[in-house]
C-alpha cells in the first residue's frame, strides 16, 4: 500500500514538471539563433525617414562647432594683412613749381559791366547752383586749366552767376528779382539768360553790347571749352560754321 501511493506521488511530480516546460497550445517557440539572427539583421537594415532632425543636444552641439568655426575665421581675416597694402602710402605728386599757375580772374557780373565801360570785352557767365555737382567738377577741372583761364583772363570778363542768389540784380536798365518757387527759387536774370530753361550748369556768352549770343548748356571739359572760347572770342561764329571750325582748330592743336 505504502509503496502504491510513493509511486503516485511521483507519477504526479513528473507530470507537473512536464506541463511547466511544455508551450501552450498555438504557441510555437522559436528557436534561439534564429531569434538573434532576426534582430540583428532588423539592426543592418533599418535606415531614418528623410527629414528626421538631430536630436536637441547634436543639434546644440553642431551649432557650437560651427559659431566656433565661424569665429575662428573671422578672427583670422582680422589679424591677416594684405601683402599689397603698404606700411606708409606714398606721397602725393607735387606740381612743377615752374609752370606758373594760372587762375580765371572771377567778378560778379555788376563788376563786368562796370570794365566793359571803357574796355570793351565779351562776357562770359558760368551759371550755377551750390547743390550742382556737375559745376563744382567744372571748376575743379575745365577752369583750372592753364589754356581755359589765361584764353577767359585775356578775352573776356569772366562771370559766376548764382542761379538761386536772391539778391537782386540790374542788367540793362532792368531790374530782376529771385523768385520762390517751391522748396528753392530761381532769379529771374538767369532764366532769362538760359531762355528759361533751367539746366546746371550752363555757360553763357554775350557780346560787347551786353547781348546773348548763345547759351551752351551741360559740363564741358578743357578742350571743348577751349575751342568754344576761340571760336566766339575771334568773331568766328558770324563767319563759321561750329563743325568746320572745330574740326580746324582741333588739327591746329595737334
Not at 551649432?63 to 569665429?71: G, K, L, M, V
Not at 528779382?177 to 528753392?184: I, T
Amino acid at each position: 500500500m505504502r509503496k502504491i501511493i510513493i509511486l503516485c506521488l511521483l507519477a504526479s511530480l513528473a507530470h507537473i514538471l512536464v506541463a511547466q516546460t511544455t508551450p501552450r497550445s498555438g504557441a510555437k517557440a522559436l528557436p534561439a539563433t534564429q531569434s538573434k539572427t532576426t534582430l540583428t539583421k532588423s539592426r543592418t537594415t533599418f535606415t531614418p525617414k528623410a527629414g528626421l532632425q538631430p536630436s536637441s543636444a547634436a543639434r546644440s552641439g553642431a551649432e557650437a562647432n560651427a559659431t566656433e568655426s565661424r569665429n575662428t575665421t573671422n578672427t583670422a581675416r582680422q589679424t591677416t594683412t594684405p601683402k599689397t597694402v603698404p606700411a606708409k602710402m606714398p606721397d602725393a605728386p607735387k606740381l612743377d613749381e615752374k609752370e606758373p599757375l594760372v587762375e580765371v580772374e572771377w567778378l560778379t557780373l555788376e563788376e563786368a559791366m562796370e570794365k566793359s565801360k571803357t574796355d570793351k570785352r565779351k562776357i562770359f557767365i558760368d551759371v550755377f547752383t551750390d547743390w550742382c555737382g556737375w559745376c563744382k567738377r567744372m571748376d575743379q577741372s575745365t577752369f583750372v586749366d592753364p589754356s581755359v583761364a589765361q584764353y577767359l583772363n585775356e578775352n573776356y570778363y569772366a562771370v559766376k552767376l548764382n542761379a538761386e542768389q536772391q539778391e537782386d540784380i540790374i542788367f540793362n536798365n532792368k531790374t530782376y528779382h529771385f523768385k520762390k518757387n517751391g522748396a528753392r527759387g530761381y532769379h529771374e536774370l538767369a532764366a532769362e539768360l538760359l531762355n528759361n530753361r533751367l539746366s546746371f550748369p550752363t555757360v553763357v556768352f554775350l557780346d560787347e553790347s551786353m547781348k546773348v549770343i548763345q547759351p551752351i548748356p551741360g559740363y564741358l571739359e578743357a578742350p571743348k571749352l577751349e575751342t568754344i572760347l576761340n571760336y566766339f572770342g575771334t568773331d568766328s561764329h558770324k563767319t563759321t560754321p561750329w563743325e568746320t571750325y572745330e574740326r580746324k582748330f582741333s588739327n591746329s592743336q595737334d
